[in-house]
């Protein structure tokens, strides 16, 4: 449908000829027929994606006791993000809720092998490397409030309309999980300790966090959320020695319990 304009309180005037001649005040005029979709209305039903940022500590029963160096169970820090689509529903006074789908993704992104200084007096080959990873997909469902608030922008001196939405979310889903340490001591003294764990993992998760929206459909979000993952089955192998020993393998410690793991998120997205 094109636009048009009507000609609204203006007075048309008929010509001695019987034609009719330009309107007396024609910046009288008015277009209707055009739709402002440049305003995003938060008060309505949307499809929306998501991208964060993530850090959470992983449970791993290392166990190792050498001349040199000794290994317990540590909690692992990996880094990585997140992505997510899905589709919110307005209920009306204020209330919303949404479901979604997400994939993330994270691992040990800022971890290098950490090798002995070789002017150290008998340092000859000491390493330890940490590698590790978690992937996996999540079904999100969460309920919120909204209010709309104005905040002066400090750089522009100007005033923003931001929509402050706190929510609750509550998730299930499936991941996999592979972490590994890798650790060698060649000087006088010569031992090695390797092992791994690879997981297959259930997951329940609850939390809650903020979103704030802009008034184009682009927000950003921080929010927490309590992760029991539940290890279905994990695989572990490896081998350690020490000096003048043969190798020998690793206990296969079949533990699979996780504490409850916390995430944290910063990210973004849009609405549209």
């Keep these: 449908m094109f636009p048009f304009t009507l000609l609204a309180d203006v007075e048309v005037v008929a010509a001695p000829s019987g034609e009719f001649v330009a309107p007396v005040n024609p910046d009288q005029s008015i277009e209707v027929g055009l739709v402002d979709d440049s305003k995003f ?10 991208f964060g940022f993530e850090a959470m500590e992983y449970d791993l029963p290392f ?8 290994f317990d169970p540590e909690k692992r820090q990996l880094y990585g993000g997140r992505l997510g689509f899905g589709r919110e529903i307005y209920l009306g006074k204020g209330f919303m809720t949404s479901t979604r789908l997400e994939s ?16 150290l007096p008998d340092e000859d080959v000491a390493t330890v490397k940490d590698t590790g990873q978690i992937y996996g997909g999540d079904i999100v469902q969460t309920l919120s409030f909204m209010w709309e608030m104005k ?10 309309y931001l929509t402050v939405e706190p929510f609750v979310e509550f998730g299930v889903g499936k991941a996999w999980a592979f972490n590994k340490k890798d650790y060698s001591y060649n000087t ?21 966090g903020i979103n704030l929206t802009s008034r184009q459909g682009f927000f950003l979000y921080l929010k927490a959320t309590q992760n029991r ?8 192998k490896g081998y350690f020695y020490k000096d003048g020993d043969s190798p020998a393998p690793v206990s296969t ?11 944290y998120s910063l990210g973004g997205g849009y609405k549209f």
Excluded: C
Excluded at 41 to 50: E, L, V
Excluded at 104 to 119: R, V
Excluded at 229 to 236: G, L, Q, V
């Design 41 to 50: 209305n938060p008060r309505k039903s949307h499809w929306y994606t998501t």
């Design 63 to 70: 166990s190792y006791a050498g001349a040199k160096q000794n």
């Design 104 to 119: 993330y993704y994270m691992g040990t992104l800022f971890e290098s092998a950490k090798t002995a200084d070789p002017n």
């Design 151 to 160: 905040t002066k922008n400090p750089l522009m001196d100007s005033w923003a």
């Design 188 to 208: 006088s003294i010569v031992e090695e300790y390797d092992q791994s764990y690879t997981d297959e993992l259930t997951n329940v998760k609850m939390g809650g």
């Design 229 to 236: 993952y539940d290890i279905t089955k994990r695989r572990s």
């Design 253 to 263: 410690n079949a533990l699979t319990t996780q504490d409850p793991i916390m995430v």
